[in-house]
């Protein structure tokens, strides 16, 4: 059962269809890294983690990765059908879901955005990362 009242969780933005909602443990989930199978939850814990989901990557999206890869103890996920601009690579970690459940368990479409605690919580989520 989530802790949705806690002060630690941010209030949700958007309609979403998955019960993964700040204040809830998150669902582990295959995914690959570099074409090395992994588990989600293996890149969570210890310090503050970001998902974004992106269908496409432009300029902006560019200038925003690169704003948030100067937040210290904060580690960046993206997923998604993109190719990483040499200008972010060693800034983020690119993780596919081969399978499809990352993208079905946390309903994430073109934007959507997690926020996850070191405690591996789910603080936030947004249908819009970038305002």
Not at 35 to 57: K, M, P, R, T
Not at 58 to 68: K, R
Not at 117 to 124: A, F, N, V, W, Y
Request: charged content about 15%.
């Amino acid at each position: 059962m989530p802790i949705t009242d806690s002060s630690l969780n941010s209030s949700e933005q958007g309609n979403f269809e998955s019960l993964l909602c700040p204040g809830s443990v998150p669902q582990r989930s295959p995914i690959s890294v570099s074409g090395e199978e992994q588990w989600f939850l293996s890149h969570l814990g210890n310090q503050f983690v970001i998902l974004v989901a992106l269908y496409s990557i432009g300029p902006e999206e560019i200038t925003e990765i690169i704003n948030l890869s100067g937040v210290v103890n904060l580690k960046i996920l993206l997923t998604g059908q993109i190719t990483l601009s040499a200008t972010i690579i060693g800034k983020v970690t690119k993780i596919d879901c081969t399978k499809g459940a990352l993208f079905e368990r946390y309903d994430l479409k073109h934007n959507t955005t997690y926020l996850f605690r070191p405690d591996q919580m789910i603080s936030g989520r947004w249908r819009q990362c970038w305002s």
